[in-house]
């Protein structure tokens, strides 16, 4: 038991090395803008429930991705796959509209599962949540380990966090597809 909480605490201080690691960078001595400014810049702000759908619809139909399904269309026509839609225009139009649905579904999807083991930085930029991970599964390690040592083990930890991951993952998924309001 000895051993498993010791690597258990090793994890956690990892963890809380990743979390701080994951804070802006310090100001570079070579010239630049001055400390005050840096200091003041302004930090991310989580957009509007506007602003989010706005780039959900360019990021599921907009110019970039009609062309692009435009294009799988056009080459899937060419090539008459699959067969039964034909290779003339009708063809065509179901690949592009099958492609755009592909698309749909594939977005929603990678957002509703990234959710969970991802945060966002100052800057808005998306991570791995190092911390969020690790303290998930430390979590549950140490629960097993220390309440019932005689029944369960570290590996039962492991499972209860890979658990937790896929039903936040579910939910997700869930909210994004069934329940809506």
């Known amino acids: 038991m000895f051993r498993s909480l010791s690597a258990v605490l090793f994890i956690a201080a990892i963890s809380c090395s990743f979390a701080f690691a994951q804070t802006e960078p310090a100001p570079s001595p070579t010239p630049g803008?001055?400390?005050?400014?840096i200091l003041t810049s302004p930090t991310y702000t989580r957009p509007s429930a506007n602003a989010r759908f706005k780039?959900?619809?360019?990021?599921t139909v907009g110019p970039f991705t009609l062309a692009r399904n435009v294009a799988y269309a056009g080459l899937a026509t060419?090539?008459?796959s699959p067969e039964e839609w034909g290779g003339q225009w009708?063809?065509?139009?179901?690949r592009v509209?099958?492609?755009?649905g592909k698309n749909l579904i594939k977005q929603?999807?990678?957002?509703?599962l990234l959710s969970p083991v991802t945060a966002r930085t100052r800057s808005g930029r998306r991570?791995?949540?190092?911390?969020?991970?690790?303290?998930?599964?430390?979590?549950?390690i140490i629960a097993r380990e220390t309440w019932y040592p005689d029944r369960y083990d570290w590996k039962?930890?492991?499972?209860?966090?890979?658990?937790?991951?896929?039903?936040?993952?579910?939910?997700?998924?869930?909210?994004?597809?069934v329940w809506k309001k």
Request: glycine share 12%; no cysteine.
């Open 33 to 37: 803008p001055s400390p005050d400014r």
């Open 55 to 59: 780039r959900y619809v360019n990021s």
């Open 78 to 80: 060419w090539e008459n």
């Open 90 to 94: 009708e063809g065509f139009g179901k």
């Open 97 to 100: 509209a099958s492609n755009f």
């Open 108 to 112: 929603t999807t990678i957002y509703a």
């Open 127 to 140: 991570v791995i949540g190092i911390p969020r991970i690790v303290g998930a599964y430390s979590g549950n």
């Open 156 to 177: 039962d930890g492991v499972r209860n966090g890979t658990i937790s991951f896929a039903v936040a993952g579910a939910f997700n998924l869930f909210k994004e597809f």
